[in-house]
């Protein structure tokens, strides 16, 4: 893998782009899978129900909220944040049609687990091009640094929360959002490293 200063930009924006082109298949897959979603959509969802918002505009308010909350992080903002709120929906709906239908329950579970393992892989890819990271991301990155906390732990720490006041609020969920949350934090720890992006506490100024 060529280091980051020899990575020319088209090189780093083809990443950035096939990064978010194989999330879209992992949310898409997991979606498909019928047994449960993500904790941030379960928290979206929440949002729906109480304010009679569509789902979608939810999950912007959630984004612009999120954001916000990265100015105390110091993280940058970039094209790949743009591009990932932007994009992942469309890939979505683009994967979706080729999806197989799975009537068989352990079929499904093997597929979220597999969706589980391409979102983990896209995300430290994408993350890794230095255009900056998605508004849940990177609020997630920002916090383990600050704290100088494994990100898994954070990642975990979020999710559980996140899913704990989307259920409150009336959001639906099932095995595979329980699942996602205890695990989505390590996998993508993992990821991480193996692209090259850091997780370990910021330096003190």
Same mark, same amino acid.
């Given at each position: 893998?060529?280091?980051?200063?020899?990575?020319?930009?088209?090189?780093?924006?083809?990443?950035?782009?096939?990064?978010?082109?194989?999330?879209?298949?992992?949310? *898409? #897959?997991?979606?498909?899978?019928? =047994?449960?979603?993500?904790?941030?959509?379960?928290?979206?969802? /929440? +949002?729906? !129900?109480? %304010?009679?918002?569509?789902?979608?505009?939810?999950?912007?308010?959630?984004?612009?909220?999120?954001?916000?909350?990265?100015?105390?992080?110091?993280?940058?903002?970039?094209?790949?944040?743009?591009?990932?709120?932007?994009?992942?929906?469309?890939?979505?709906?683009?994967?979706?049609?080729?999806?197989?239908?799975?009537?068989?329950?352990?079929?499904?579970?093997?597929?979220?687990?597999?969706?589980?393992?391409?979102? *983990? #892989?896209?995300?430290?890819?994408? =993350?890794?091009?230095?255009?900056?990271?998605?508004?849940?991301? /990177? +609020?997630? !990155?920002? %916090?383990?640094?600050?704290?100088?906390?494994?990100?898994?732990?954070?990642?975990?720490?979020?999710?559980?929360?996140?899913?704990?006041?989307?259920?409150?609020?009336?959001?639906?969920?099932?095995?595979?959002?329980?699942?996602?949350?205890?695990?989505?934090?390590?996998?993508?720890?993992?990821?991480?490293?193996?692209?090259?992006?850091?997780?370990?506490?910021?330096?003190?100024?």
């Amino acid at each position: 893998m060529p280091s980051k200063s020899s990575q020319t930009f088209a090189y780093r924006f083809s990443k950035l782009n096939i990064g978010l082109f194989i999330y879209g298949l992992g949310i *898409a #897959m997991l979606v498909h899978a019928n =047994i449960g979603i993500p904790p941030w959509d379960v928290f979206a969802q /929440g +949002i729906s !129900v109480q %304010t009679g918002w569509t789902f979608g505009w939810s999950t912007v308010a959630v984004s612009v909220i999120v954001l916000i909350c990265w100015l105390p992080l110091r993280q940058k903002y970039g094209i790949g944040t743009v591009l990932n709120g932007l994009l992942i929906g469309v890939w979505c709906d683009v994967w979706t049609p080729f999806l197989p239908t799975i009537d068989v329950y352990w079929m499904r579970l093997a597929e979220f687990i597999i969706a589980m393992l391409i979102v *983990a #892989m896209a995300t430290g890819m994408y =993350i890794s091009t230095n255009f900056g990271k998605g508004p849940r991301d /990177g +609020i997630m !990155v920002g %916090t383990a640094e600050v704290l100088g906390w494994p990100f898994w732990i954070v990642r975990t720490m979020f999710e559980v929360t996140v899913l704990a006041i989307g259920i409150f609020m009336g959001g639906r969920f099932g095995e595979g959002t329980i699942i996602f949350a205890v695990c989505i934090g390590y996998l993508m720890q993992t990821s991480m490293r193996l692209f090259g992006v850091p997780t370990k506490k910021r330096p003190k100024k």
